[in-house]
Every structure is written in structure tokens, then in C-alpha cells.
């Protein structure tokens, strides 16, 4: 027989034929089952195959690398994965065709219940047909007539509402319970169809930009420099803290927003707390530590020519070494930055040699480093004629003019060739060779060049320009040195923020469909909702119930039933 | 304290391999069990004397139960004096808070349900996860790279998931209870009846799945502070999303005619493979192809 649920009280709708069948088998939890199985096994294969990385999205060259390494991985079938795009699963047109399927099921099922549900509250169906009681999928039966006021008594205290029926000898009686909680399943689905919603409406027209930024320097934020929402960041500290194994410990950057020349905002972003300002977000999303602050001025004019702070980005070899006189003095101990490397012929066939010069005790020194194949570096020490000099390893030692030399490791310094470095005027070439020695890469005042606390590290750093006179000009925070009419002045170290800007999104769409989803949840699983009839004759009682979650429902009944003084027999019906 | 820490789970591992075996005797008796497990079920249960619960191994089992949940409480709280940070962040400290989530929920449903039985699959599983805990995971405390370092929001989203995946392997546990009754029917009758069990695993999803959602949500947010964005379908996440998806089937399924019962109970199995795929293979396999693959 037909139950007398939400279903049945549902008023018509006036679709017919196979269309009303669609719209029941959208609304059915089998096909949702089906395809919340689908989207599940999908976004499984894209856990389980490499996808295309986002930094390549868009960007042909990249794509086409990636491409060849899974080539590599997967052979001809990657050709395949890809085709189906099965390599690049969430930005499939298919992926997309799956989600609007669930989405659209959700938003059917809402649709489609809301009527029912709210039948059931405001008119919940109060009586059944007597022979409801011998088929309902969940029934009870006892051998004797329940106390009715008992159990009326025992129903609202676990706060059902009661309506009862007398009819002569037999009473029969309609209780709930939570009706409203049936809302709850719908607020759950609708915030499932929110969610994918939101997501579809915040990916399109997003703003995102990445900025690298020298301390004390900014940048404008908005591709249109002149438009009237611009803003530009500056930067004021970057810090970088790290362990003495290289762990880092904390990123931050004080960053100063202007719009139209007035500061707007003065904050400070860490890795995990981003500032905002009129709908944009700027991230901490990197680090750099190895800039230069570096000035060059015209002796004869006092202009400065040339103000920058420059990335050291790469990294160059450079020997680490120690001399000592006859008597075992140190008169030398250092990293010693060398020059390009140069094609010479030491003896031993030609070799790529990187030369550095180096005054020890008031004599000249010709250093010279090079890779042995498969032995390792190779330090030459010459005082006068190179071809005079000796060859030591790592950790060796030998005497050349008059000292022991001992090469105590091979560092790595940070360096960067600048090219359209200004050059005192008569000297050839547009480009110097920038590196710097002591170092310390993120500490708290690197930037300010002091002292910093780091073991191993003598000092201030020291910057050396190469390619700019005739010997490398060694410069110390602050110092200056002249070369020809040109003064060459080392500012400071300085530290750059990678700064991200994303332009907020609807986020109040995805906290209002989070709010919704676990307000539905929370309601739809733990607030048993019941609606159960009854019919209280003399010698008998019979009792059927429907309700979700439909879970323990048998004992539940049995329960009050032993509360109204009767005992459900044990073959009353099916059970859930 | 770092070393109080870890000596304290060494404590929780014995305790919990001393619940196993009593759980394991008061469950299944002996060879007899064994036996009957082969048997094909009959429906009606013959109620032999060895059948009846020996209540000594019972309370032994919920002791150390207790004792192994109180060890782990104390390597917890002296984690987190010693990093002063909550003690879920890397993989021995979320394992061992993992484990400690599922003893929690495991002592609340045997309290709410009066069943000791469920012990006997919870506590192997407990067992197995801290074995590989003090097998494969270095305990020794490391500073966090600053993308893990989050006052409360990164805590919430890590602590919420441990506790969602913990309430979850308690429907695991009923589900393969309900198994092992032989679907539907009743073989043993030491182990609560079918109809129990299902209202059990059907409660602990009932716990684990909000919890879920909540925690992927959480993530989400984080993802947003931490990168500027909620959702990238990068391995982990989606794997979280996959699981949930899951139990969502699950619940879909488990009242329609044809899924009750037994197809439920398989398919809550299956899910739990989900949440464990999720917990480990993403970090150490998943995560460890994609940097393979350059990225
Ligand atoms: C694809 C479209 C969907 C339809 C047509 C649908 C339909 C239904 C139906 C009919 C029920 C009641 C089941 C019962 O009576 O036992 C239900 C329950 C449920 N569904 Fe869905 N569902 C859909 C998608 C989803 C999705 C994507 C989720 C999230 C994973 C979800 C989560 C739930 C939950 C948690 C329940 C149980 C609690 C409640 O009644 O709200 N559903 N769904």
C-alpha cells in the first residue's frame, strides 16, 4: 500500500512521461549514489596519475616538457592519458560535465523534496488505515492494550508532540518528533550545490600576480600602471629565519601600500597571515636574501649614476683558504672569490681556471681553482710565474713564496654578472661580476649588514666587483672605493620578498555553504526524526513508525512500548 | 620531556598489544571460534558453554584499553610541552595522535553500548598503526618549515581530521564484526547482533563524516591564508575529498533495499581502505611519484 510519507502528501507536478521519470530518478539516492561514486572514482585517478603541474598550465613550452617527461614514465600511453585528458583530469571538459550532473541532481532533490518536507510539518498526515499497521517496513505488535496516558506521558518527555483519537474501545494516536529536522537534509544537499557553485563563480575573473621586491624598493601591483585603483608595495624589511642546518624558521616582510601617493596600509605578512587591503591579498610567497644595495657616482659631477639593489642569484665556487707563515702565524684566512673561468694550459692539458689575485703580508698572489675530473677541486698557488706555482686539493697543503697554503674547502658564493653596470670611463665592457663572501643568508639583521650571529661566518659581508678595474674591488657594507672618476660604494646586504597578490574572492559563499553543510549534517544525522501511529485496541496494540536516520528503530519502539507496560512480541514485523 | 614523550608510547603499545590478546580470548574463546568460523552459519545459535563471555578477559581488556588511552594522553600533552606547539605535526606525532582518537571513541562507544566485542577488531588495528608508528617514523622533534607553522587554524583542520578518520575506523571495526557474523545472521552469539552492529558503524559515520567536512573545510581555509587558494586538487586533498565522497555513497546506500547490511558493511570496509590510502600513500607514495615527476 502506499505510504503515507512525504512522498504521497507531494502534490502532483504536472510533468509526464519519461521527463517525470528522469526528474524521480534524479532525486533518487541510488543515483546519487551512482554518481557521487563517479566523481569519487575520478578524482581518484587524479590522485593516482600525475597531473599537469599549474605552473605549466598555459604556458606551451612547460606543457611540452612535462609532456615528454611522462613520456618518459608512461611511454605511448601517456600519449593516451593525455588524450583523454586524463593527465590534466580537473580542468577536463568531462570533469566539469560530472560536477554539473551532481549539481544538478542535488538541486533537483532539494527541489523536489521541499514540498514533501513541508507538507509534513504543517499537515503531517494524522491518521493511517488499519491495514497499514500489518505492512509498514517498520512495525510492532504487543498482546495487550498499552496505558495510553503512559505512554502519551513517555512520548513527550522524549519530546514528541501526541494527537490522539478515541474511537470507542480503540484509541489510536499520531506522535512526532523533529519534523523540522527534515530541513536538514535539504540545507546539506543545497550547500553541496553551493560549494561547486562558488567554486565555478570564484575561479573565474580572479587577479593574481607575483612581485619580487628588494627591501627599501616597490613595485606597482596592477598591469595598468595608470590605472586609479593602483596600488604600490613597498617593501621595508624581508626577514628570513633559518636553523643552523639551513631549516627554515619564519619568513616575514613589512610591507607599505600606497595608492596615489598616500600610504593606505602599513602591515607586516608572515607564511600563514596575509594582509588585505580593498578586496586584495598580498601573501608571503618567497624568500631571497642575497641582494646587494650597490651605487655608483661621478666623481666629477657628484652625480650618482647608478642606484640598485641586485639579486645575487646564482651561485659561483670559491676557495676557501689558509696561509701561514714559517713560524705557523695565520697571516691569511679566507674565502678568496675568483673571476670567470679562463681556458689555460697549467701543464696538464687545458683546463676552465677561475683566477683571483690576493695580497698576503705585502706579496702578490695568483690563485687559480679548477675541477679535476673525477678528483675534485684544484687550487694552484703561484707568486710570479703561474707555471712556478703549486697544485693542492681539498684539504692539502703545500708552500709557494715563502707561505704554506692550505685549501680548506670550496664554498659556494652567491654571484650575478650585471650587465649595463657602469664602468669608469676607458675601461672596456658593459658588465661586472658581482659576489659576495661571509654572508649570512636570513637573519634578523642581515640587512642591517652588522654582525650576525652565525657560526662559522667571520663578519660583515664583503662584496666583490670584478671586471671593474684591474684588480677586484673588495667593499664592506658602507665602504667606498674609487676607480678612475667613478666611486663605487657598497650600500648593504639586502633581502628581497616574493610578494603575491590575489584579489579576494567569494568567500563568503564558500563560509556560507561550509555553515550550511554541517548545520544539514548535524541536523540530518542526529536529530532522529520520527513520526510513528498507533492503534490501541483492548487486547492489543499495534504500532508503526517511519523515520530517519533509521537506525535502531526496532529497539527504540520496544522501549517506549515497555514504558506504556506492554512487550512487543518478537516477531512484530521486519525491522530495520 | 621529549624522551617522557616517547617512552610513554612505548607504554600505550603494550598496553594495547595486552588488550588485543584479552579482547581476542573474551571475543572469539579459542579454537572452537576458529572452528566455527569455517562452518557455514546456520541462523540459529547454539549457545555452548565456552560461549559465554568470560567477564575477567573482559574487564582486563577494557583496563588496558584505559591504561594504553591514558599513555597516550601522556605522550600527547608531553609533545607538546617539549615543541609547545600541538603534537600533530609531522607523521609519529600524528600517528600517535590518530591512535589516541580511536582509543577515545573506542572507550565511549564500548561505555554507550555495553559491547566489549567491538575490542577485538579495534584494538589489532591500534596495535597495527602503532607498530608502524615506532617502526617507520622518526619521533625526534624537528622545527617546522613555515608553511606548517599556523596558530589554530592548520591545529584545528589537522586535529579535526585525526578525530574524523578515528571515528571512522570504529565503523570499520563494526563492519567487519558484521562480516564475521555472517551477514545478517547471527554465528556468534558473544558478538552483539547484526542490527547493533549497523546501528554502530552507521553511528560512527554519523560522527566521522561531519567531522570530515569540517575538516576538509578547515584545510580549505588554510589553503587560502597559506597559498591564496581553497582548492587545488593537489594529491592529498583530493584524496581527503575522495574519501568523503565515499561514506557519502555510504549513506546513500546503506537504507535502500538490496544495500542493507551486508553490501553496506563491504562497502564501509572498502572506505576505511580509503581513509588509510589517504593517511599514508599519499604522503609516502603519491607525494613521492608527483615530486618525481618534477613537480
Ligand atoms: C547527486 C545528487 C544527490 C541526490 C539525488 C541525493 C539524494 C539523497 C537522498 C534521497 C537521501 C536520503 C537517503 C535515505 O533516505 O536513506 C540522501 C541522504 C544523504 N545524502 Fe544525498 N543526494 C545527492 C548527493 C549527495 C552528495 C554529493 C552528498 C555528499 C557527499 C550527499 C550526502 C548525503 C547525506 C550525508 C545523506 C544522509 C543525511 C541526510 O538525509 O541528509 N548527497 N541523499
Redesign the pocket.
Known amino acids: 500500500m502506499a505510504l503515507p510519507s512525504a512522498k504521497s502528501a507531494r502534490p502532483a507536478l504536472s510533468l509526464t512521461g519519461p521527463l517525470r521519470t528522469l526528474w524521480w530518478l ?4 541510488r ?2 549514489a551512482v ?2 561514486g563517479v566523481v569519487a572514482l575520478v578524482a581518484l585517478l587524479g590522485v593516482l596519475l600525475p597531473q599537469l603541474p599549474f605552473w605549466a598550465r598555459g604556458d606551451p613550452a612547460a606543457e611540452a616538457a612535462w609532456l615528454a617527461q611522462q613520456r618518459e614514465r608512461f611511454g605511448p600511453a601517456a600519449e593516451w592519458l593525455w588524450r583523454l585528458g586524463l593527465l590534466d583530469l580537473f580542468h577536463a571538459p568531462w570533469f566539469a560535465v560530472a560536477l554539473g550532473l ?1 549539481v544538478t ?2 538541486v ?2 532539494v527541489v523536489g523534496r521541499l514540498p514533501g518536507i513541508w507538507a509534513g510539518i504543517v499537515r503531517p498526515r494524522l491518521r493511517v488505515p488499519d491495514s497499514y499497521f500489518d505492512t509498514a517496513p517498520h512495525r510492532l505488535r504487543a498482546a495487550a492494550a498499552a496505558d495510553v496516558d503512559a505512554l502519551e506521558r513517555a512520548l513527550r518527555r522524549s519530546l514528541y508532540r501526541v494527537v490522539r483519537f478515541p474511537e470507542g474501545a480503540v484509541t489510536y494516536l499520531f506522535a512526532d518528533r523533529f519534523p523540522w529536522a527534515a530541513f ?2 535539504l540545507l ?2 543545497g550547500a ?1 550545490a553551493l560549494f561547486v557553485i562558488a567554486a565555478a563563480v570564484g575561479s573565474a575573473g580572479t587577479f593574481d600576480t607575483a612581485l619580487l621586491v628588494a627591501e627599501g624598493q616597490s613595485r606597482p601591483v596592477l598591469p595598468t600602471v595608470a590605472s586609479p585603483r593602483q596600488m604600490l608595495v613597498k617593501v621595508e624589511d624581508a626577514t628570513g629565519r633559518f636553523d643552523p642546518q639551513g631549516t627554515p624558521l619564519d619568513y616575514r616582510t613589512q610591507l607599505v601600500i600606497y595608492r596615489q601617493g598616500e600610504e593606505v596600509k602599513r602591515c607586516q605578512v608572515t607564511v600563514n597571515s596575509p594582509c588585505s587591503y580593498d578586496g586584495y591579498r598580498f601573501y608571503q610567497a618567497a624568500y631571497f636574501g642575497y641582494g646587494a644595495e650597490v651605487q655608483v657616482r661621478d666623481m666629477r659631477s657628484g652625480d650618482v649614476l647608478y642606484r640598485e639593489t641586485l639579486a645575487l642569484e646564482f651561485q659561483r665556487p670559491a676557495p676557501f683558504v689558509r696561509a701561514r707563515d714559517a713560524s705557523g702565524n695565520v697571516l691569511f684566512e679566507g674565502t678568496v672569490p675568483v673571476g670567470e673561468p679562463l681556458r689555460l694550459d697549467l701543464g696538464q692539458g687545458p683546463t676552465d681556471v677561475s683566477l683571483a689575485y690576493l695580497m698576503v703580508g705585502g706579496h702578490s698572489y695568483l690563485l687559480g681553482l679548477w675541477q679535476a675530473p673525477d678528483q675534485g677541486p684544484r687550487l694552484l698557488v703561484a707568486s710570479g710565474d703561474p707555471s712556478g706555482g703549486v697544485v693542492i686539493g681539498e684539504g692539502g697543503r703545500a708552500a709557494a713564496g715563502g707561505l704554506e697554503w692550505e685549501l680548506v674547502r670550496v664554498d659556494q658564493v652567491p654571484a650575478a654578472r650585471v650587465t649595463g653596470f657602469p664602468l669608469p670611463p676607458g675601461r672596456e665592457g658593459d658588465s661586472a661580476l658581482l659576489q659576495m663572501t661571509d654572508v649570512a643568508y636570513g637573519t634578523a639583521n642581515a640587512s642591517e649588514g652588522g654582525r650576525v650571529p652565525v657560526a662559522g661566518l667571520p663578519g660583515m659581508p664583503t662584496l666583490y666587483l670584478l671586471g671593474v678595474s684591474e684588480r677586484p674591488l673588495a667593499l664592506r657594507p658602507g665602504q667606498s672605493a674609487q676607480v678612475g672618476d667613478y666611486e663605487y660604494t657598497f650600500v648593504g646586504q639586502r633581502e628581497f620578498a616574493g610578494i603575491q597578490v590575489r584579489r579576494d574572492r567569494s568567500d563568503t559563499l564558500v563560509w556560507v555553504a561550509t555553515g550550511l553543510l554541517m548545520a ?2 548535524l541536523m ?2 542526529w536529530l532522529p526524526r520520527r513520526r510513528l501511529w498507533m492503534r490501541i485496541g483492548p487486547t492489543e496494540t499495534k504500532l508503526a513508525v517511519q523515520g ?1 536516520p533509521e537506525v535502531g528503530l526496532r529497539r527504540e519502539m520496544e522501549r517506549l512500548l515497555a514504558r506504556a507496560g506492554v512487550r512487543a512480541d518478537s516477531r512484530g514485523g521486519e525491522d530495520a | 620531556m621529549e624522551q617522557a614523550s616517547v617512552t610513554a608510547l612505548w607504554a600505550a603499545l603494550g598496553l594495547t598489544a595486552t588488550a588485543v590478546l584479552a579482547y581476542w580470548a573474551y571475543t572469539f574463546g579459542g579454537w572452537l571460534a576458529l572452528r566455527r568460523l569455517a562452518t557455514p552459519g546456520q541462523g540459529e545459535v547454539t549457545v555452548a558453554t565456552w560461549e559465554r563471555s568470560p567477564e575477567p578477559l573482559g574487564r582486563l581488556g577494557t583496563w588496558a584499553t584505559w591504561g594504553a588511552l591514558l599513555a597516550m594522553v601522556v605522550s600527547l600533552a608531553a609533545r607538546w610541552q617539549a615543541s609547545g606547539r600541538p603534537p600533530w605535526a609531522n607523521m609519529w606525532e600524528f600517528t600517535t595522535a590518530f591512535t589516541g582518537a580511536i582509543m577515545l571513541f573506542y572507550v565511549l562507544f564500548e561505555r554507550w553500548y555495553g559491547q566489549r566485542s567491538l575490542g577485538a577488531v579495534v584494538q589489532p588495528l591500534v596495535l597495527a598503526l602503532l607498530a608502524v608508528n615506532v617502526a617507520f617514523f622518526p619521533s625526534e622533534l624537528r622545527p617546522l618549515v613555515p608553511a606548517l607553522q599556523s596558530k589554530g587554524i592548520l591545529a584545528a583542520h589537522v586535529g579535526v581530521m585525526i578525530l574524523a578518520y578515528a571515528a571512522l575506523s570504529l565503523s570499520f571495526g563494526a563492519a567487519v564484526l558484521y562480516l564475521l557474523q555472517g551477514g545478517g545472521r547471527r554465528r556468534f552469539s558473544r558478538l552483539p547482533p547484526p542490527d547493533l552492529l549497523d546501528e554502530m558503524a552507521f553511528r560512527s559515520v554519523a560522527i566521522g ?1 561531519p567531522l570530515l567536512a569540517l575538516g576538509i573545510a578547515l584545510g580549505a581555509y588554510w589553503g587560502n591564508t597559506a597559498w591564496g587558494r581553497y582548492w587545488g586538487w593537489d594529491p592529498k586533498e583530493t584524496s581527503a575529498l575522495v574519501t ?2 565515499i561514506y ?1 555513497v555510504y ?2 546506500l546503506r ?1 535502500l533495499r538490496g544495500w542493507r547490511g551486508h553490501r553496506s558493511a563491504v562497502l564501509l570496509v572498502a572506505a576505511y581502505g580509503a581513509v588509510l590510502f589517504t593517511y599514508f600513500a599519499v604522503n609516502l607514495v603519491v607525494a613521492g611519484l608527483h615530486s618525481y615527476a618534477g613537480v
Do not use: E, N
Open positions: 534524479l532525486q533518487s539516492p543515483w546519487a554518481v557521487t551532481l541532481s542535488t533537483a532533490y536538514g537534509t546539506g544537499h553541496v544539514g549534517l540530518a544525522l530517519w | 563524516f568523503w565522497l557519502g549513506l546513500h537504507g
